[in-house]
């Protein structure tokens, strides 16, 4: 995390200088972008028995190639590859078996849910820039396809440190809507995720139809 955050340091001070070096001169230009989103997250639409999560965070990063759609440049559609990881504290117990079953774990410490993720981003693209500005306002929108790379469920109970890896229970592709929007190098960001976290999975009889919620920020790098 130590090396996350002085990366992000010195692409905040690198930006502006980086945009303005960046735009082509022409009747086209492209807005082809490295991205990092920094978020808050929450587990959505958890089952009636599990309490609250705590502080859940993520982030990512990426590449996105710009195509636009009009002369001036100023709608686009973006295609994107990157990688992203998330941390959730939550309250749901896997029981490893055969089949892994789930329990409510709002009895034991430090439940923890770890993803690595790629991530491929599909974006509709608004921004008022031309080639001769780098601080403008935008709007991108569309959808985000994740593939999951690895999942730990990670918890201690009754002393004992239980890490359980790649359950298969977990619904490895997973699609969700994107939203960024802002002036300049700070925009806000949110994910809606669309699909469930877990597949073939109950609690009490009851389908598990967990799915994510990200929102916090986003920074461009052209």
Do not use: C
């Amino acid at each position: 995390m130590k090396y996350f955050i002085t990366f992000f340091m010195l692409f905040s001070m690198l930006n502006i200088q980086a945009q303005k070096d960046s735009l082509q001169v022409g009747d086209k230009y492209w807005e082809d972008q490295l991205y990092i989103n920094v978020t808050y997250n929450v587990l959505n639409n958890q089952p009636s028995i599990i309490n609250r999560s705590g502080f859940s965070y993520g982030f990512s990063g990426g590449y996105i190639k710009d195509i636009p759609l009009k002369k001036n440049g100023k709608i686009a559609v973006g295609l994107g590859l990157g990688y992203s990881f998330d941390s959730f504290n939550h309250n749901l117990k896997v029981v490893e078996g055969t089949l892994n079953s789930f329990e409510s774990g709002s009895d034991i410490a430090s439940n923890k849910i770890k993803l690595n993720n790629l991530e491929m981003p599909i974006q509709f693209r608004w921004r008022s820039s031309t080639v001769n500005t780098y601080s403008f306002w935008r709007f991108y929108a569309g959808l985000k396809l994740s593939y999951n790379l690895s999942n730990t469920f990670s918890y201690t109970d009754n002393n004992t440190s239980v890490s359980i890896n790649n359950i298969t229970e977990y619904n490895k592709w997973q699609t969700g809507l994107i939203m960024s929007a802002g002036y300049g190098t700070f925009n806000f960001h949110v994910y809606y995720g669309l699909s469930p976290l877990f597949k073939n999975a109950s609690i009490n009889g009851n389908p598990i139809d967990t799915k994510i919620l990200r929102f916090g920020l986003s920074f461009y790098l052209l």
